[in-house]
Nanobody, 120 residues
């Protein structure tokens, strides 16, 4: 089972870009077993899937966030990253990276989550 760890700034100003990185350990980032995903949870709300990147680098985005979201990966560092542009206070949330297991249709591993607050 892989381990995941998010990193990035905890405070972002409105209209700026939110950038987070997830480091993968205990397994290969190129395995086809997982689709590397970003999920967030705003205060008082449920989990929201934002997007994923597959073993071949293919990306998948939530339709509601697609215009502002970019997910990429750095194979040499075993990292995948999230960029969310033009943030507003509504983007304040706990952001999680997770490993989606397609064969079982579940998340096999989660990062601990990182709080990101959008405020001036």
């Amino acid at each position: 089972q892989v381990q995941l760890q998010e990193s990035g700034p905890g405070l972002v100003k409105p209209s700026q870009m939110l950038s987070l990185t997830c480091t993968v350990s205990g397994g290969s980032i190129t395995t086809s077993r997982y689709r590397w995903s970003w999920i967030r949870q705003p205060p008082g709300k449920g989990l929201e899937w934002m997007g994923s990147i597959g073993a071949d680098g293919s990306t998948y985005y939530s339709p509601s966030l697609k215009s502002r979201t970019s997910i990429s990966r750095d194979l040499s560092k075993k990292e995948f990253s999230l960029q969310l542009s033009s943030v507003t206070p509504e983007d304040t949330a706990v952001y999680y990276c997770a490993a989606w297991v397609g064969t079982t249709s579940e998340y096999g591993s989660w990062g601990q989550g990182t709080q990101v607050t959008v405020s001036s």
